[in-house]
């Protein structure tokens, strides 16, 4: 029967050549289907191409913290002049306007088994609350505020994504860097006379840290830090317009994390930086804020394109 | 070979002739053809495939609509397509196989989403080199190698175990230095030499990717758990002249999720979050007085603390055998 098989196989085959109209066919046949002759990406919905992407909010938090954790709500736009390149802002606040706080538990161990020596009352007047003069520790503790940027978005990635193979979305993955200004409350600086107030000891009886000193424990300066932000999300579609953003944003610049005197004194060999007996700028340190950002897309106009 | 056999390759040789040869003149407009058993002479039939011409009324046209294909069997392909559709078929239903002439269908090519898996992993071993580090622990940079095993049992399920090596790589931040300076307030810390862990893992999400419309590359994301050990001693900063600890073992807890691009069908890249949990037996914040104070009992806190290391882990994915037969659904 194998020979059987072999002759009509031979008989086919020879049919086929001899009336097919060309020898292309066979080839057509191999190539055949929906996806012959095709792009990789074929009638791919354009997101970004020409359209204005909103995060209408972007909420994040901020990670690895020292002392005080930031919840960052705000608003994002970028214009998308190809479907892989745009331009745009970002602007959050803080803990809605530093309107509440938000301690790690360092900061809570602090105030609770913190102690003030003569040695460090000037970092640190008060661990815990005195009525009417400090808040504690939590109170020199410095705080985000709030941060804005201009960033340029690339977004090399398109695709899509299966979840459990019953639901799928459309998805990119992008990237985004740009210059930042960084919002931050800090200790405010305690230098020279000022700072003796910390340094002396108080008239006798009213123990190591005199209430001048206290009361410096929650004095406040505002200031803007020029730094940069970069980072990374991914954007899933639920339709031609709406959709959710994951992002990753890095905003690095110096603060004085814990209001405290570390730094400006010469080393003399010290592997670790030695006080000067102020509070100043000298104090800060580098410190990589970054943060988890969960944005819902609202993309405009309504209609994405589509590629050939 | 069978009665059907030989009928199949009677049909797809017939098939073959058939569809090869008419094909031409299915394109020709206004083709005024009769194949009925006899001329009806009929004014209007241009093409009647009809036994008798009579019997289908005299404005049978040329019919290519699924309506005109109606009774033809379902699914069944014609010329080209039929031909090799059934060379390749190696078993099929054949006592209807009737040729009823020329024929027409819709042909169901769906497209499904995620057609095709790129790289199968269900039968292979993927070993896994790596380098972690952890996200939460500001006062010990952890930092260890990692070596992974996974057996995929099928396509999105892998048991598996790693292993993660800290001894030498870790190293104390001076944030813990700077607290202590500040606020006097020692943290107790701790120091890990290595771990091992048993793990499932699962991949309930794959996709693609299209770089510039250009290149396709895959991907999937998954989530890991299991069991295992961590071998960790605490770091004496409470009375260090007095207090040293030995490593012991701790039973550690860990959870994750990740995401794996495939470069090839054998090799991926791969990120992921992993938190391993255990209880920590942590240096006591007391020194005790007197001889009690080199009495090792004293020297840890008098219950263990929960303690949570949220690892990313980076590396590479190493998919053995390096080949994998596919199997396309028909």
Redesign the interface.
């Known amino acids: ?2 020979t ?2 072999l002759l ?2 031979a ?2 085959c020879l ?2 050549i001899a ?3 060309a020898p292309a ?2 080839q ?2 191999q190539i ?3 996806l012959a002759g095709q ?3 074929r009638r ?1 919905r354009q997101y970004r191409a020409n359209r204005i992407q909103l995060l209408l909010p972007t909420v994040g938090y901020t ?2 913290d ?1 002392y005080s954790r930031s919840l960052m709500t705000g608003l994002e736009a970028n214009v998308h002049f190809t479907d ?1 390149l745009g331009i745009g802002v970002f602007g959050a606040l803080a803990n809605f306007g530093a309107n509440f706080r938000i301690n790690t538990d ?1 900061t809570a ?2 105030r609770q ?5 003569r040695s ?1 009352r000037l ?2 007047p008060s ?1 815990d609350a005195v009525e009417g003069l400090t808040g504690g ?1 939590p109170d020199q503790v410095a705080r985000l505020q709030g941060l804005v940027s201009l960033q340029l978005v690339f977004a ?10 019953g639901a ?1 979305v459309d ?1 990119d ?1 992008y990237i985004f860097a740009g210059p930042a200004l960084g919002f931050v409350a800090e200790r405010a600086n305690l230098v020279g006379e000022d700072a003796e107030v910390c340094l002396t000891d108080p008239p006798p009886g009213e123990g190591i840290v005199s209430d001048d000193c206290l009361l410096t424990q929650a004095q406040r300066k505002n200031r803007v830090a020029f730094t940069g932000t970069f980072g990374l999300g991914l954007n899933l579609y639920f339709n031609d317009f709406i959709g959710m953003a994951i992002q990753y944003r890095a905003f690095p610049f110096a603060i004085n994390p ?1 209001g ?3 730094a400006g004194a010469p080393r003399n060999g010290a592997t ?1 930086s030695q ?1 000067d007996n102020q509070i100043d700028g000298a104090d800060r340190r580098f410190y990589y804020h970054h943060m988890i950002n969960l944005g819902l897309i609202i993309t405009l106009p309504p209609q994405a394109n589509l ?1 050939q | 070979m069978t009665r059907a056999d030989i009928a199949r390759w009677a049909l797809a040789l017939a098939l073959a002739t058939a569809a090869t040869g008419p094909a031409s003149a299915w394109a020709q407009d206004d083709a005024d053809m009769v194949f009925g058993e006899e001329e009806s002479g009929d004014e209007g039939a241009d093409m009647d495939f009809a036994g008798a011409g009579d019997d289908t009324g005299g404005d049978t046209d040329m019919d290519f609509t699924d309506e005109g294909a109606a009774g033809a069997e379902e699914g069944a392909p014609t010329g080209d397509d039929a031909l090799f559709e059934d060379l390749a078929t190696p078993e099929g239903p054949v006592e209807d196989a009737v040729d009823e002439g020329p024929r027409r269908r819709v042909v169901d090519e769906t497209i499904f989403a995620v057609q095709r898996l790129y790289a199968l992993r269900i039968n292979r071993v993927e070993l896994i080199p790596s380098v972690a580090f952890s996200l939460n622990a500001p006062f010990v940079s952890r930092t260890a190698v990692s070596l992974g095993l996974n057996y995929w049992f099928t396509n999105v399920l892998a048991i598996g175990a790693n292993f993660l090596w800290y001894d030498g790589l870790e190293s104390e931040t001076n944030l813990n230095f700077l607290v202590r300076r500040s606020t006097r307030l020692a943290v107790p810390i701790n120091e890990y030499q290595f771990g091992t862990h048993l793990n499932f893992t699962y991949v309930p999400l794959y996709g693609k990717f299209a770089a510039f419309n250009e290149f396709i590359f895959q991907w999937d994301a998954y989530v890991v758990g299991g069991v295992g050990i961590q071998r960790t001693r605490p770091i004496p900063v409470i009375d260090p002249e007095v207090r040293t600890f030995d490593w012991s073992v701790r039973v550690a807890f860990n959870l994750g999720v990740g995401i794996r691009v495939f470069l090839t069908r054998w090799l991926s890249i791969f990120g992921e979050i992993r938190n391993y949990m255990y209880l920590e037996q942590l240096e006591a914040l007391d020194v005790a007085l007197g001889q009690d104070r080199f009495d090792p009992e004293t020297w840890t806190q008098d219950s263990p603390a929960f303690t949570s290391n949220v690892t990313v882990h980076l590396g590479l994915t190493f998919f053995f055998p390096f080949e994998f037969e596919y199997r396309l659904p028909r």
């Open positions: 029967m194998t059987l098989r009509l196989l008989a086919a049919s086929a009336v097919a109209p066919a066979a057509e046949i055949t289907g929906p792009p990789a990406v791919m990670l690895q020292q892989y360092l161990q602090v088994n913190g102690q003030t020596t460090n970092s640190m661990p520790f090399p990635l398109r695709g899509k994504l299966s979840l459990f193979q799928f998805t993955f814990g405290t005197d570390e670790v006080p590629t």
